[in-house]
């Protein structure tokens, strides 16, 4: 695993810390994070013709004399949002693609299995020579942070993380890259948004998922700009666990004990399919402005029938081209040229755009997982 970690980095950190870190990019925000951001570890030429890369038509891989490459890829696929099943498509298909030959095995749990993820984890690192890839997808960032680490520790393979994009400062191993969509900047895109549109002065709840740094982007940095933005109110805060359940839950409470309530904010698919479904039941849909996060086909579907008001869409599908891209540069011998965080595209989608629009952006977000893919 290659060595990144330089200027900044003090004796604190052991020498096989892994990140090289810009000086230059430092502000006195970042400096109180736990993590490092993209732009303190991405050279910013490098990500930008990265993205190019993803967002372009496969270019076939250059003769590597590698005939087969192993992954395995340790995620939670089992739950409703689509996120999952759409990247491993994604990353599948790119792979063929650009000429890659593969095998993956997979590892699939729920979001909230965390030890069931750790026993993948144990699986695969008792027999690290079998692979030359492993892509996890954490259930969370610091109920995972060890397994992680462990994974990181190995040099049989190379390690990529998906739907995260903070690597923690303190970590004496850091994974060789990360794969996500910035929730910080996806809930800031939101904020902005939702207070043009209702305006100032409003009574708002969330349905957060589970303690953690994802939440703390999604819900907490979302809570704090509307705040500041809009001079917005949170009068309760449910932790649904990123589960539908949860979401209808969260949704009962709120609508039942503080009526004051007209936007509810909900940090995943499975929480937002959950309120919607109890709200349609009380016939509360006009009730309460509702807010998505992922645009995934579900929500997508929602925002057409009109039961869903706005959703921040991902490009979906760049993960897995990413990923794929990534496996082919380091495969070329190009690692450097691979951003040590990627971040893929994200923006908002709402009921007022027209089908056409929504459509044009959901061909683009799944152009290799389909735009009807379940």
Not at 181 to 207: D, P, T, W, Y
Not at 334 to 345: A, C, F, Q
Not at 351 to 359: K, T
């Amino acid at each position: 695993m290659s060595l990144f970690v330089k200027g900044l980095l003090t004796a604190l950190l052991l020498p096989t810390v892994a990140f090289a870190v810009d000086s230059s990019s430092s502000n006195q925000e970042s400096s109180k994070l736990e993590y490092w951001l993209a732009n303190e570890v991405n050279d910013a030429d490098i990500a930008a013709r990265f993205q190019d890369v993803v967002s372009s038509s496969p270019v076939k891989i250059s003769n590597t004399g590698v005939t087969v490459t192993r992954i395995a890829l340790i995620y939670p696929s089992a739950d409703l949002s689509d996120f999952w099943v759409r990247n491993y498509k994604a990353l599948t298909k790119r792979l063929d693609a650009i000429g890659v030959d593969y095998t993956i095995d997979e590892f699939s749990s729920r979001q909230i299995e965390h030890a069931l993820q750790t026993r993948y984890i144990d699986q695969v690192l008792a027999n690290p020579e079998q692979y030359d890839y492993v892509i996890y997808g954490p259930s969370e960032l610091y109920v995972q942070a060890d397994n992680i680490q462990r994974l990181a520790q190995s040099d049989q393979f190379k390690s990529y993380i998906w739907a995260f994009h903070t690597p923690m400062k303190r970590w004496q191993y850091q994974p060789d890259a990360w794969f996500d969509f910035s929730s910080s900047v996806g809930a800031k895109a939101l904020c902005k948004f939702i207070v043009q549109r209702l305006g100032n002065e409003v009574f708002f709840a969330m349905n957060r998922g589970i303690p953690g740094i994802t939440d703390e982007q999604r819900s907490g940095d979302f809570k704090s700009c509307v705040k500041e933005k809009g001079d917005w109110e949170n009068l309760y805060e449910h932790f649904g666990q990123y589960q539908a359940g949860g979401g209808r839950d969260g949704a009962i409470l709120i609508t039942q004990s503080f009526p004051e309530v007209s936007m509810l904010h909900n940090a995943n698919t499975a929480m937002t399919l959950g309120a919607l479904e109890y709200l349609e039941e009380a016939s509360l849909t006009d009730q309460l402005y509702v807010t998505g996060w992922g645009g995934t086909a579900a929500e997508i579907e929602q925002i057409k029938q009109g039961n869903l008001n706005a959703t921040l869409m991902r490009m979906g599908d760049d993960v897995g081209v990413a990923t794929a891209e990534a496996i082919k540069f380091s495969l070329e011998g190009r690692r450097s040229e691979i951003p040590k965080i990627y971040l893929g595209r994200i923006e908002v989608v709402d009921d007022q755009m027209s089908i056409e629009e929504i459509d044009e952006r959901t061909r683009e977000a799944f152009r290799y997982s389909g735009v009807d893919s379940d």
